[in-house]
């Protein structure tokens, strides 16, 4: 053990002659005690010289038997990055094995070929949608200018030969490049509505392809349910005289409501105004699957945009509704099926459209 010497200055001669037996002194029980003091120091300083030494030589034998790491060799590949809808940065990386394949085969000019394959998955693009780029051969990245925007591409690597032909390098992952403007489909509608005027209109919701798709869905989704004279349409369909037999106008409030009689003699001063509400609701039924399956709502077919979603709006009125949704593979071999239940319970309601609105005393 190293000690220092001010602390061995302090220890008894039979205490250093111990420590001298310890260290391998020679004639330690023969030495004073400053003797034992010069001694014991330049032992520990000779060991502790020895013991750099072999740690020095024990690192240079752990160094020289790991030898040289081989580094990791490239990869040949190419990645493609939209950066807005007309620009997209593109870059690439050959192996040494890749370049000499290529010169063994006459390679003349590296290229970028752009491949539109907006809703193929099968490796192939579109016809006549090909653009190929030529680039300096010892670059490494490119800003390309993208054809069509809201499309997706994909870019090959390769080298144009001297007699014409191409060798491939290497393909990037599909991009979707994003569009220009925003979307113009329109999937949800808001009322518009003013605290000060009244709307002369309502919108008319918006219909996707088969105008009277999403009403035959609605009517086979609750036929079953609708024999149970569930529902706010079984209401509708009672005859309006047993309103008035109440007593009640098209409202729903009699005239004593107010507290007034049929000529508006009350306590305040009489006033008129024909008021009226309107309000419903819709249900969104939407999902993907693959673009060339056949989809279907129920017994009804449901077009597939070219992505392979689908989006319908139904009416969501009181009562059970069913909506089973299959789709099934080209070949017919695979199917999917999922069936959506929705419930509504009859609202407290006190509306009228513009057309029912009446003068009223309030």
Known sequence: MNQSLSSLARLTLRQLRRVASDLGVALYSRKSKDELLDAISTKQEFSAGEKRIETAISLAEMEAGFGNTPLPLPETRVVFLPRDPQWAYVFWEIAADSRRSADAAGARQLCLRVCDVTGLHDGSS??????EVVVDSGSSEWYLPVPLSDRD????????LNDGGWFSLAFSAVARVPAMHPSEQILDQFVPFSLEATPSTLPT??????????????????VRWRRLGRGSESFHELDESAAAARGLNDSGVGRWASGRSESGIGGVAPRQRSFWLVADAELIVYG???????????DEAVPLSA???FRVQVPFRDGHQLYPIKAVAADGEQTRDITLEFERKPPQDNTNTPGQAKNEWF
């Open 307 to 309: 992505d392979g979603t």
């Open 288 to 298: 993907a699957t693959d673009p060339s399956a056949t989809l279907s709502i129920g």
């Open 205 to 222: 919701p918006a219909d996707a392809g088969d105008n009277n798709l999403h009403e035959r869905l609605y009517q086979t989704a609750t």
């Open 126 to 131: 579109h016809p006549h949608t090909l653009q």
């Open 153 to 160: 591409y994909r870019v090959e690597l390769g080298f144009r």
